[in-house]
């Protein structure tokens, strides 16, 4: 059924205003995406002294006990921390998400498993599939302070250490481009001991200098229960910086695809309000010729 040229316009007209409203989206979402992509870029230096201060004080600590370290003789009871979007219209970013840790659970045990959720997409997800979740976290934005990390962080620490779950395990998604992500799940907890690491030593100019001993004070271990905690937490920060990435790269690429697409439809819309409006403007003259001949007829 044709439409009429008054309905065409007015569909124009809303095309027109979406595509405002796309285009709007992917600006604001390349702006987060550039401000995440800052924070990653200022976090490198600290996250990769503190993973060579781990590296260091392992030697001197092997066999030292830690809660974070040791492991557990069963694996009953995992969980898994699971990060997705708060919101939509970011193309497949939360379903490839959702569907990578939700088919890692099943294998895992299923609905027994204790879920920590991050995003609302992820929470609403599992509750209402009937999963145990036992606790969530929301708006978690790049504008968050780091105190709201160190909340995650400290509650993936306590359901370890406090002997509810055996293994921790987080489902985040890695940034690759704009236009790729790849969801993965991995092992968190308990934290890989850092073993026969070799002897690093850290130059003010972060040159490592090999083959010389440490003196640690009060001591090695009590070093390693220091930095333990703020390795959680700064690879806490590292998931979550991956996933905002991920999805606001999503949204760009979804906000741009909406544009271009709106943009076609308008122009086929403006070609078919323009064929309609040529068949009335025909249509119109042939009456008034058609008048115009009966009236010199009657003549």
């Not at 009953?76 to 379903?95: W, Y």
């Not at 969530?136 to 990390?149: D, K, L």
């Not at 905002?244 to 271009?260: K, L, P, V, W, Y």
Request: include cysteine; proline fraction near 4%.
């Amino acid at each position: 059924m044709a439409l009429s040229l008054r309905a065409v316009r007015r569909k124009i007209r809303t095309s027109k205003n979406l595509q405002k409203i796309f285009s709007a989206m992917k600006m604001v979402a390349a702006a987060r995406l550039r401000r995440v992509q800052e924070r990653v870029t200022a976090g490198k230096p600290y996250a990769l002294k503190m993973k060579q201060l781990v590296e260091a004080v392992g030697p001197f600590t092997i066999g030292v006990e830690h809660p974070l370290l040791t492991k557990r003789p069963t694996r009953e009871n995992p969980c898994v921390v699971v990060i997705a979007g708060d919101k939509g219209l970011c193309g497949s970013f939360n379903n490839n998400a959702l569907r990578k840790a939700h088919t890692f659970i099943d294998e895992l045990g299923g609905k027994s498993v204790q879920l920590i959720t991050i995003g609302k997409k992820a929470g609403i997800y599992f509750r209402k599939r009937g999963y145990r979740v036992v606790e969530s976290f929301n708006q978690i934005g790049v504008n968050s302070p780091f105190s709201e990390v160190q909340k995650i962080a400290d509650a993936m620490t306590e359901i370890y250490v406090s002997g509810k779950a055996d293994e921790v395990w987080v489902g985040y998604t890695e940034f690759i481009t704009t236009m790729r992500q790849k969801p993965h799940v991995v092992k968190f907890l308990p934290i890989e001991p850092p073993g026969q690491a070799a002897k690093i030593e850290i130059s003010i100019t972060g040159r490592p200098v090999t083959d010389k001993e440490y003196i640690f004070e009060p001591g090695a271990a009590e070093l390693l229960k220091g930095l333990l905690p703020k390795f959680v937490r700064n690879q806490v920060y590292k998931f979550l910086l991956e996933s905002m990435a991920s999805e606001q790269g999503a949204r760009m690429t979804a906000m741009s695809n909406a544009t271009d697409s709106a943009g076609d439809l308008i122009s086929d819309l403006t070609m078919v309000a323009n064929k309609a409006r040529q068949a009335s403007i025909t249509k119109e003259l042939l009456e008034v010729v058609s008048g115009a001949e009966a009236l010199a007829a009657e003549a």
